[in-house]
């Protein structure tokens, strides 16, 4: 396989124009029907928000993973006869590759291989734009490559054997992996600065409450950064739309606090990616209140709001107070609530499952539209009254005026 990652050049996209692709999944002993269809569903997104067009999906139901082709023989052959017979140029599996995996399935299809990793990886290569986003992702993209170097580094120059070629007896791979080391080693020490001055800057923040958006990817923390901090945030229907922490001072009522907007969540984040942001999450480690923003109109948002809890938790940040903004309401009850409900019942369903995530909740619950700005004043209210008591808690020495 070639390597789409050269030392010491500038980071691309591995999909560079609009290519075609199909996803590959497996239902398997630990994955049901339904969730192999959600996790495809999520694959054929981040294709696209790759620059790819999915043109089709094939699932195959398997104990394991078959250890040379993912999928078993027969679906292999049958993924192969597609891509040659509609000139497909991508093909996308929903779980990790080995390197192995990756050599043979190349070999067979004569197509590009990439795994759900690799993608996300990609789009966040591409997205990346301040030196700190830039240096995560590439430490994270190279710890992802050093357990699959083997034949996978064509552009190293090789030692070569006869007179005067005779190395120190180091076989390639072993020089490859003794680079790419050093290479971490260097994004680490280069990431250990760049964080240093991070930890100075909100230092300097001064006694003011810190408030952090988090949330799975692309359920509208930057679009409701921009209603509530009046920002100018990047906000698309992409994921990963946001990589970079933005902070902003808001002020609600004469009472100010600051807001940071952080990258959103996914299901099999790859784990070197998580532990390459950890130094970015720490807005949300010494936060004083977190908002976890749910797109309560996606069917599968109560999954969401697990992955997010249990990424927060791997992250030490599960004691830190939680304020839920369920998001996207108006699109909720367009897909929940027929039309020829009568205003009772629409408005008596509408209440039972407000008043069921109250409960849940203890109280710490919205309900909004964030692209129309419906609820955000009752989100408004709740915030300063959160806020205030925190800064009673907090700074209890400081007189407030708001």
């Not at 509609?86 to 050599?103: H, M, P, S």
């Not at 006869?162 to 050093?182: A, H």
């Not at 009472?255 to 299901?267: E, K, Q």
Request: net charge neutral.
């Amino acid at each position: 396989m070639a390597n789409e990652w050269n030392l010491g050049e500038k980071k691309r996209a591995l999909v560079k124009n609009i290519e075609k692709a199909v996803i590959v999944g497996l239902i398997s002993s630990e994955q049901t029907v339904e969730q192999a269809v959600e996790y495809l569903d999520e694959l054929e997104f981040l294709a696209v928000t790759a620059g790819a067009v999915v043109k089709k999906r094939f699932m195959q139901k398997l104990r394991h993973p078959d250890n040379r082709t993912f999928v078993g023989k027969g679906k292999a052959e049958e993924i192969r006869a597609y891509v040659q017979e509609n000139d497909i140029e991508l093909i996308i599996f929903d779980d990790d590759l080995t390197a192995k995996q990756v050599g043979i399935l190349e070999e067979r299809m004569e197509r590009k291989i990439l795994d759900r990793s690799t993608l996300i990886l990609d789009i966040f290569a591409a997205r990346a734009q301040t030196a700190q986003a830039k240096v995560q992702v590439e430490l994270a993209q190279m710890q992802y490559l050093l357990p699959r170097l083997r034949g996978m580094w064509d552009h190293l120059e090789r030692q070569k054997g006869g007179i005067g070629m005779r190395g120190p007896g180091e076989k390639e791979i072993e020089t490859d992996r003794r680079i790419v080391r050093d290479k971490v080693s260097l994004l680490k020490k280069r990431l250990e600065k760049i964080d240093l001055q991070a930890r100075t800057q909100r230092k300097n923040r001064g006694e003011m409450i810190r408030v952090a958006l988090v949330g799975y990817t692309n359920v509208g923390k930057s679009t409701l950064m921009n209603v509530l901090g009046k920002a100018e945030v990047l906000a698309e229907n992409k994921l990963f739309a946001t990589l970079d922490t933005t902070v902003r001072k808001v002020v609600v009522d004469r009472m100010p606090f600051l807001l940071s907007d952080t990258v959103g969540f996914i299901r099999k984040l790859p784990h070197h990616l998580v532990e390459s942001f950890k130094s970015t999450l720490d807005e949300v480690r010494e936060s004083d209140l977190l908002i976890q923003v749910v797109d309560i109109s996606h069917p599968q948002y109560k999954d969401h709001i697990a992955v997010v809890n249990k990424t927060l938790k791997g992250l030490g940040a599960e004691n830190i107070p939680m304020l839920y903004v369920f998001n996207k309401m108006d699109l909720y009850l367009e897909q929940n609530l027929d039309d020829l409900l009568l205003d009772e019942e629409r408005e008596g369903l509408i209440q039972e499952m407000k008043t069921s995530w109250e409960i849940e909740t203890q109280g710490n619950a919205c309900f909004i539209a964030a692209l129309h700005k419906d609820g955000v004043q009752e989100l408004r209210e709740k915030l300063k009254t959160l806020v205030n008591d925190l800064y009673i808690k907090r700074y209890p020495y400081k007189t407030r005026f708001w």
